[in-house]
């Protein structure tokens, strides 16, 4: 059986270019290929976000929660393609079967577990499925669709 990759900081920065405020995912785990991956928010209070949403009552807005979901599935990619330090970027084209079951706030561990539907080397266009969950509660899960970027060699 073949060890699973993994992604720390370090590596999601240099496939993806998303950083502070907006970079969502700490870590993704158990990257199988470019079929699934689990990826890991670590919220906190010190997000910009909860200033306004809500004060007195900080919720992580279900509209990051998805894009948390698409950076775990772009690192995913990146990872087994191979994109480290090569300009991938990622682009939304459809959001689909979006439900928010769980609000989500400071000191949530939210593990996003994503799959593709459609997507292989060389090709522009991937369908995602993903689950965002705190602990064992579900805390979102939405299917989408996403343009690939890749630099041309």
Known sequence: MSQKARADIDLIQRIIPHRYPFLLVDRVEDIEGYQSARGIKNVTM????????FPGKPIMPGV???????QTAAVMVGTALDMADKEMLVYFMSIDKC???RMVGPGDVLEMYLETVRGKPGAKVWKFTGVAKVGDEMAAEAEFTAMMDLPKE
């Open 99 to 101: 439900k928010f079951r």
């Open 64 to 70: 990051t929660i998805v894009e948390a979901m698409a």
């Open 46 to 53: 010190n997000e910009p976000h909860f200033q306004g949403h």
